[in-house]
């Protein structure tokens, strides 16, 4: 008789928890520089295109797409895998690096940039990552904790993005027991800028236990958006630990 191996049983349980929902609108941009993706409802990665540079829109897709990569491959070593936060750092680094090499390629001589936030989400723990204006937001009994600093000065310019510089970017990194009823939300300045706290709540609270509930929620906070004035590129995605506890 074969029986079950206990890190798989354990692993498919633990996404058995993870609800999740993504969507974007483009504004009245004449392109869409946001950009995301996951991988395997554990790993997720929102990029917003620098718009005062060009080719925000590539930025953002090899800087999220190089990240995923990052994850898939670089935790693969022990060493990394050992330290979530060590990972995140040198996932930062290749898709820095990326980016910043790009420039090198006909055409993108004059530049390119983007903020990165990623979220990883084990059975017990979250990690996230954060550079440039891109926000990841946890809602925990009814309480918002905004879990990165954003890269913006005091006149609004950002300071920090991927593609800035060659070397030296650091992440601002948070780490999060994950418990039942968790919601986090990942989302793009097109969104945060106009929706105020109270919104965000009220939202939040209707989430609710199934994807079509947690798709209605992510869908209202981009129309939400709009309806207040945004004409940005808008990008969210909501991330919930379902409530039971076992």
């Given at each position: 008789?074969?029986?079950?191996d206990?890190a798989?049983?354990?692993?498919?349980?633990?996404?058995?928890?993870?609800?999740?929902?993504?969507?974007?609108?483009?504004?009245?941009?004449?392109?869409?520089?946001?950009?995301?993706?996951?991988?395997?409802?554990?790993?997720?990665?929102?990029?917003?295109?620098?718009?005062?540079?060009?080719?925000g829109?590539?930025?953002?897709?090899?800087?999220?797409?190089?990240?995923?990569?990052?994850?898939?491959?670089?935790?693969?070593?022990?060493?990394?895998?050992?330290?979530?936060?060590?990972?995140?750092?040198?996932?930062?680094?290749?898709?820095?690096?990326?980016?910043?090499?790009?420039?090198?390629?006909?055409?993108?001589?004059?530049?390119?940039?983007?903020?990165?936030?990623?979220?990883?989400?084990?059975?017990?723990k979250?990690?996230?990552?954060?550079?440039?204006?891109t926000?990841?937001?946890?809602?925990?009994?009814?309480?918002?904790?905004?879990?990165?600093?954003?890269?913006?000065?005091?006149?609004?310019?950002?300071?920090?993005?991927?593609?800035?510089?060659?070397?030296?970017?650091?992440?601002?990194?948070?780490?999060?027991?994950?418990?039942?009823?968790?919601?986090?939300?990942?989302?793009?300045?097109?969104?945060?800028?106009?929706?105020?706290?109270?919104?965000l709540?009220?939202?939040?609270?209707?989430?609710?236990?199934?994807t079509?509930?947690?798709?209605?929620?992510?869908?209202?906070?981009?129309?939400?958006?709009?309806?207040?004035?945004?004409?940005d590129?808008m990008?969210?995605?909501?991330?919930?630990?379902?409530?039971?506890?076992?």
């Amino acid at each position: 008789m074969r029986f079950p191996d206990p890190a798989l049983i354990k692993k498919q349980l633990a996404k058995e928890r993870i609800i999740f929902a993504a969507t974007q609108l483009q504004g009245s941009r004449e392109s869409q520089e946001d950009y995301f993706i996951n991988y395997n409802d554990e790993c997720f990665a929102v990029a917003d295109g620098v718009g005062s540079i060009p080719n925000g829109e590539v930025a953002s897709k090899l800087a999220a797409e190089t990240a995923i990569w990052g994850y898939k491959h670089i935790r693969m070593r022990p060493f990394y895998w050992a330290d979530k936060q060590l990972l995140i750092k040198r996932i930062f680094r290749s898709s820095n690096l990326a980016v910043w090499q790009k420039r090198r390629e006909s055409g993108f001589e004059a530049g390119l940039a983007t903020t990165l936030s990623i979220l990883i989400v084990s059975a017990q723990k979250i990690w996230a990552g954060s550079v440039g204006d891109t926000s990841i937001l946890l809602y925990r009994d009814g309480l918002i904790d905004e879990l990165t600093l954003r890269d913006v000065n005091e006149l609004g310019t950002m300071t920090r993005a991927v593609g800035f510089q060659r070397l030296g970017l650091v992440p601002h990194i948070a780490v999060e027991k994950l418990l039942p009823r968790d919601v986090f939300l990942l989302a793009t300045d097109g969104v945060i800028n106009c929706i105020d706290e109270e919104e965000l709540r009220a939202t939040f609270d209707v989430v609710g236990e199934t994807t079509q509930s947690i798709t209605n929620a992510v869908v209202h906070l981009l129309t939400m958006a709009q309806s207040r004035g945004s004409t940005d590129n808008m990008t969210a995605c909501l991330v919930k630990r379902l409530g039971n506890s076992e």
